[in-house]
């Protein structure tokens, strides 16, 4: 075990929430969640000023509504979340080469093993550096942890929540882990804490006085050696900068019960369509599928397939997933499908192809071309025009309008969709509502958090905020019903399931936080 504090946890500070606040002006200070807004939603991330009201990670979304029904209600926005945790996964990187990435907000870094950190007071220097330049790159906060060792780290980035850096000096590690609660330590979980609890064990220290062979009595033998050894603070793993990505999958939860089994399975073959762009977009193969069914009842079904050799091609996974599906009884209505590819290699088998090939053919054959749809049915099977699919505008997706520019949606609902006109640049804009089908109103990608400075490449206020403020343009119709996502109610979306030194303090930042305090337990 090393005998400096160099291995550094990074954990950004309610990291989609406090990405939110950036980027919504109108909503720094305030309680944010983020997560699926049906009604079998779960919260995915809460800001602190939402937690206050008692609303946490992986609540049900109707659970937080009515612990905090004024808090602004968002939908994802993964694309702007990997964007930033690229940034600062840039800045982990210049610290060491090896940076052992756990989720788009939290990493270990070996900082000797990058010439970084030596002793306690150049990784103090280092942690503090680092939080000053991922406020500065992404206008968000982020806490530290440094010790000898990745279980240590982790647990003194937790105490340095939100916003500070906690650094454990070496030797005060069973000091430090004796009062605290046996479910600090990793992989115990609530039924692993509750065993211990019943055996008269709740804190670390006791679970040293225990000994050994007690802890392999209760918990088994490869628990029980690994329970001890943390508990005295023994954590010889090392930062592995490329952790084997072991399956790619996708899954979505419907709000409400599927019982047509034609709906079913076109669900699967749309899920097994998007499990193999991701399949693809990552370089990879594999030979297992897999597919997952939670019924009307919560129960969970998975099945799963294991091919000739790995593969990426979509009709062979979803002639896979369809096989699958056919031993699953749906009967009594199902709320969540999944499908994965497990398995995975960094090439594919070309000969697992031609089933694929001739199913396709087949139905190409079997179908007839949209040609002769259009002279069968020219204006469709009722002789007019093929009504329109009202547009979805999901809470807190990036927006712009021809006339007033940048801004994200509040809500939308009864026809209209409201927009609050604001770049994370400006002031707390202006609200407007508008019918859903605005032709002058679409769809945009999100904006930096920090504001571009002269010269370097990327949109500057200029370019996203034309009547931002809203200021000399007329209202929309203030008798139109306004469905807003600050404790109303909104469509539901789904999702998947996979450095430079600053020179200048941005205008953007969350507002969730605390003190920058630098301090060592």
């Known amino acids: 075990m090393r005998t400096a504090p160099t291995i550094l946890h990074l954990d950004m500070d309610a990291f989609f929430a406090s990405a939110e606040q950036a980027s919504k002006p109108s909503l720094r200070g305030k309680a944010v969640v983020v997560g699926g807004l049906g009604p079998r939603g779960v919260v995915s991330t809460a800001s602190y000023e939402a937690r206050v009201f008692g609303v946490n990670s992986a609540m049900p979304m109707a659970q937080a509504r009515r612990r905090a029904p004024n808090a602004a209600y968002l939908v994802p926005r993964f694309a702007l979340y990997k964007e930033v945790s690229e940034q600062v996964m840039g800045l982990l990187r210049a610290l060491s080469p090896l940076v052992e990435p756990l989720s788009l907000d939290e990493a270990f870094v070996d900082l000797e093993a990058g010439g970084t950190a030596w002793d306690e007071r150049s990784a103090r220097l280092a942690g503090v550096k680092l939080r000053a330049d991922i406020r500065a790159v992404t206008g968000l906060t982020g806490s530290v942890g440094l010790a000898a060792s990745k279980m240590l780290a982790k647990i003194a980035s937790e105490q340095a929540k939100p916003d500070g850096l906690v650094l454990i000096d070496p030797g005060t590690e069973r000091e430090l882990l004796g009062p605290m609660s046996v479910r600090t330590l990793p992989g115990v979980g609530p039924a692993t804490g509750d065993h211990l609890r019943r055996a008269g064990i709740t804190t670390v220290e006791e679970i040293a006085e225990a000994g050994e062979d007690e802890l392999v009595r209760l918990l088994g033998k490869a628990h029980g050696h690994a329970l001890f050894a943390m508990a005295l603070a023994r954590d010889d793993r090392p930062v592995v900068s490329d952790r084997e990505t072991k399956s790619v999958s996708v899954e979505d939860t419907y709000d409400v019960d599927i019982h047509d089994r034609v709906r079913v399975g076109?669900?699967?073959?749309?899920?097994?369509?998007?499990?193999?762009?991701?399949?693809?977009?990552?370089?990879?193969?594999?030979?297992?599928?897999?597919?997952?069914?939670?019924?009307?009842?919560?129960?969970?079904?998975?099945?799963?397939?294991?091919?000739?050799?790995?593969?990426?091609?979509?009709?062979?996974?979803?002639?896979?997933?369809?096989?699958?599906?056919?031993?699953?009884?749906?009967?009594?209505?199902?709320?969540?499908?999944?499908?994965?590819?497990?398995?995975?290699?960094?090439?594919?088998?070309?000969?697992?192809?031609?089933?694929?090939?001739?199913?396709?053919?087949?139905?190409?054959?079997?179908?007839?071309?949209?040609?002769?749809?259009?002279?069968?049915?020219?204006?469709?099977?009722?002789?007019?025009?093929?009504?329109?699919?009202?547009?979805?505008?999901?809470?807190?997706?990036?927006?712009?309008?021809?006339?007033?520019?940048?801004?994200?949606?509040?809500?939308?609902?009864?026809?209209?969709?409201?927009?609050?006109?604001?770049?994370?640049?400006?002031?707390?804009?202006?609200?407007?509502?508008?019918?859903?089908?605005?032709?002058?109103?679409?769809?945009?990608?999100?904006?930096?958090?920090?504001?571009?400075?002269?010269?370097?490449?990327?949109?500057?206020?200029?370019?996203?905020?034309?009547?931002?403020?809203?200021?000399?343009?007329?209202?929309?119709?203030?008798?139109?019903?306004?469905?807003?996502?600050?404790?109303?109610?909104?469509?539901?979306?789904?999702?998947?399931?996979?450095?430079?030194?600053?020179?200048?303090?941005?205008?953007?930042?969350?507002?969730?936080?605390?003190?920058?305090?630098?301090?060592?337990?």
Do not use: M, N
């Not at 990426?312 to 009594?332: I, S």
């Not at 609902?413 to 202006?430: A, C, D, M």
């Not at 509502?433 to 490449?457: C, Q, S």
């Not at 931002?468 to 404790?487: F, I, M, N, R």
């Open 266 to 521: 076109l669900e699967v073959a749309r899920l097994a369509d998007r499990c193999v762009r991701r399949l693809r977009g990552a370089g990879l193969s594999g030979r297992t599928i897999v597919l997952k069914v939670r019924r009307y009842d919560f129960s969970t079904l998975t099945r799963s397939e294991t091919l000739r050799g790995p593969t990426d091609d979509p009709g062979v996974v979803q002639e896979a997933a369809a096989r699958l599906l056919e031993g699953v009884d749906t009967t009594g209505g199902v709320r969540l499908l999944g499908v994965g590819v497990s398995g995975l290699a960094d090439y594919t088998q070309e000969d697992l192809f031609a089933q694929a090939q001739a199913h396709a053919e087949a139905v190409a054959a079997a179908e007839p071309s949209a040609q002769e749809h259009a002279e069968a049915e020219p204006d469709g099977p009722a002789g007019g025009k093929e009504p329109a699919v009202e547009r979805r505008w999901s809470a807190g997706h990036d927006v712009r309008h021809a006339e007033f520019g940048h801004g994200w949606v509040q809500g939308s609902g009864l026809g209209r969709v409201t927009v609050r006109f604001e770049t994370p640049y400006s002031e707390p804009g202006r609200v407007r509502t508008f019918r859903t089908d605005d032709p002058r109103l679409e769809p945009a990608d999100p904006l930096p958090l920090v504001e571009p400075r002269p010269g370097e490449p990327g949109r500057t206020p200029a370019d996203v905020e034309p009547g931002a403020s809203g200021a000399g343009a007329p209202e929309a119709d203030p008798t139109a019903p306004v469905a807003s996502s600050l404790g109303g109610q909104v469509p539901s979306g789904s999702g998947d399931q996979v450095s430079s030194d600053p020179a200048s303090r941005p205008k953007s930042r969350s507002g969730g936080g605390g003190g920058a305090a630098t301090s060592s337990p």
